[in-house]
């Protein structure tokens, strides 16, 4: 059985606790103010602040204030713009997928996929997300928001939502991509389909890393096996010096000059 993998997530309410976190191990952090009065909705300049020191995934507490969770219609529409405040911020890839027929153990098995890869996967209310959307990037999705609809968001990684929807429908049926939005651009049903099968961010970077390398390593191939030919050359055993030429005979000596 595959051991799952344990994720730390920190609530902090100052940008020094989430960078202290990032310094700790987390792997993300629930965002909020006022944590000593159980957490209300932190400021948008503080999360920019945050991805820009930490770069650390971030879960955003939406809470316009503290007390009980009823909340009148004039605090559900601050709700939605805060909502639609941070999507600004972060979200890099939506889609949306319709979840009808799936079963409990489906259900648990794909929010724990997408948790993992820090993906927000979420039920709302159709005319709740509609009204959340006007105005911003993801917009465009309001005619797909029919029926019931699961929302998958990332702020880290573009391409998870769809990628990890699309492979658990694989074996999930009841699991279809419906639209999606990603870095800006719409994409339909098989559009969506596409952007599924790139790579993530890491395989692309280490795809990258390995082109670079490939070169390198080639040349320095090249340059072993000259010093290795070098080498050979070397220890070539050395030719046999050619016998001494025996000695001449020693000159006769002079005749004695005739007085």
Known sequence: MEKEKTVLEVCTDSIES???????????????????IGGTTPDTKMYRIIQNEAGIPARILIRPRFGDFCYSKYEKELILEQIQAFREEGAQGVVLAEYKGLTVEQDTQLRK?????????????????????QGTAFESLTDDLNGPTAIAIST???????????????????LTLKSGVVEGDYYDTEGIKEVASIPSRDILLGRLLGSFQSPITNFARVLNQIA???????????TEEAPAAEEAPAEAPAEESAE
């Open 18 to 36: 989430a960078i202290a976190a990032k310094k700790g191990g987390a792997d993300r952090i629930e965002l909020c103010s006022n944590l000593i």
């Open 113 to 133: 996929q997408l948790r993992e890869a820090n993906v927000v996967y979420k039920v709302y209310k159709n005319t709740l997300v509609k009204r959340a959307i």
């Open 156 to 174: 880290t990684d573009a391409t998870a939502p769809a990628r990890i929807l699309a492979e658990f429908s694989k074996n999930a049926e009841a």
């Open 228 to 238: 290795e030919k070098a080498g050979e050359g070397a220890e070539a055993p050395a």
